[in-house]
């Protein structure tokens, strides 16, 4: 793994450093033209369920608890593998940047999916 994976909010400006920018968001994010995000993929089969993004939102699951869940849905998730796989590629020419809309970003499904795959990255290469 030549590069890094980027996160990055919709909401900031385009860099060409972006590299590779996959939108990691089951919801279009509100107020972007599709044109206007410089996305090269949605990759809205990895996402967390709706009910786990659901009870996160409304405060009925801790962090941990979502991240938890979260993890457990990309295991069991063939489209989640298969995004691992093209990450590991891409990474080797380019930066790859998961672009999501979450307000904090300290907390947020795009930090556990990218700690998921620097894991299936370590993985890979072994």
């Not at 400006?13 to 590299?19: A, H, I, S, V």
């Not at 996959?22 to 709706?50: C, F, M, Q, Y």
């Not at 009870?55 to 699951?61: D, I, P």
Request: glycine share 4%; net charge negative.
């Amino acid at each position: 793994m030549n590069h890094e994976i980027l996160l990055k909010r919709i909401y900031e400006p385009y860099e060409k450093q972006d590299g590779y920018r996959g939108l990691v968001d089951r919801l279009w994010p509100r107020g972007i033209k599709k044109d206007a995000a410089h996305l090269d993929e949605w990759a809205k089969a990895i996402t967390p369920s709706t009910e786990i993004r659901k009870l996160y939102h409304q405060g009925e699951m801790p962090f941990d608890g979502f991240s938890q869940a979260y993890i457990e849905e990309l295991n069991q998730n063939e489209a989640a593998a298969g995004f691992a796989d093209k990450c590991h590629s891409l990474l080797e020419s380019q930066a790859l940047t998961l672009v999501y809309a979450a307000k904090n970003e300290q907390e947020n499904h795009a930090l556990v999916l990218r700690e998921w795959l620097r894991l299936q990255m370590r993985v890979h290469d072994q």
